[in-house]
């Protein structure tokens, strides 16, 4: 199936400091990258999602960026806050199975108050 | 006017029984989804599926299988359960597919003992 790295897998920031999360596809033909938050004990939620034909979106503190020559893309939260504590998981589509959609390992942010 | 929801919340069973999980959403989407989330947080696709195609993830035993008895029901059918089948599963739906948000269920905890 997809393989979709995800990088780091726990983070910590001071609150009001930024958090960098990287993703790598491997199908070249993936052209949808949605990034979900799933608190404690909560669903997934999504939070922001990117298209092939952008390099960028942003929503507020939140933004993703999209490489599609490197196949990368990343999502940055600026001023975190207590309230962003959460685990990350980017995603990606793998078409060669049908269009399946394949989530990244996750990323457990902490941020520190 | 819960959008998915998925009974029941918890369920603790024996090895080797059978067992099912339901999940009914109300908003019209076209296509559901089936997630398992394991101890270390994994989420992984299981089944997709819409009224013209089900997308079997080829890792995922015989032993599981979606029914659905209309558009906004799928439920999971499990036999013969295991201890590695122990973990948070997750139903979700999407209108028009993987290339867009995807709803997420409150999850169900089994636990096989």
């Known amino acids: 199936g997809e393989n979709v790295e995800q990088h780091p897998s726990t983070l910590s920031v001071q609150e009001g400091d930024s958090a960098v999360i990287k993703c790598t596809y491997s199908d070249s033909a993936s052209n949808y990258f949605p990034w979900y938050k799933q608190e404690l004990g909560k669903r997934p939620q999504l939070i922001i999602d990117i298209r092939s034909n952008v390099g960028e979106k942003k929503d507020q503190r939140i933004a993703v960026t999209l490489n599609k020559t490197a196949k990368h893309f990343s999502l940055h939260i600026t001023e975190t806050q207590p309230e962003d504590s959460a685990v990350y998981f980017c995603a990606a589509i793998w078409r060669n199975t049908g269009n399946q959609f394949y989530f990244g390992t996750g990323t457990s942010l902490t941020v520190i108050p | 006017d819960t959008a998915v929801s998925q009974t029941p919340k918890y369920l603790v069973t024996q090895m080797g029984n059978d067992k099912s999980i339901k999940c009914e959403q109300n908003?019209?989407?076209?296509?559901m989804y089936w997630y398992k989330q394991d101890s270390k947080k994994f989420l992984k696709i299981m089944f997709s599926?819409?009224?013209?195609?089900?997308?079997i993830n080829e890792t995922v035993p015989n032993r599981f299988s979606p029914k659905s008895p209309d558009k906004a029901h799928l439920n999971l059918h499990i036999n013969s359960l295991e201890l590695g089948d122990s973990a948070v599963y997750f139903c979700a739906s999407s209108q028009g597919g993987v290339r867009h948000e995807q709803f997420f269920g409150p999850g169900t905890r089994l636990t096989v003992l």
């Open positions: 908003l019209g989407h076209d296509t």
């Open positions: 599926y819409n009224n013209k195609e089900l997308i």
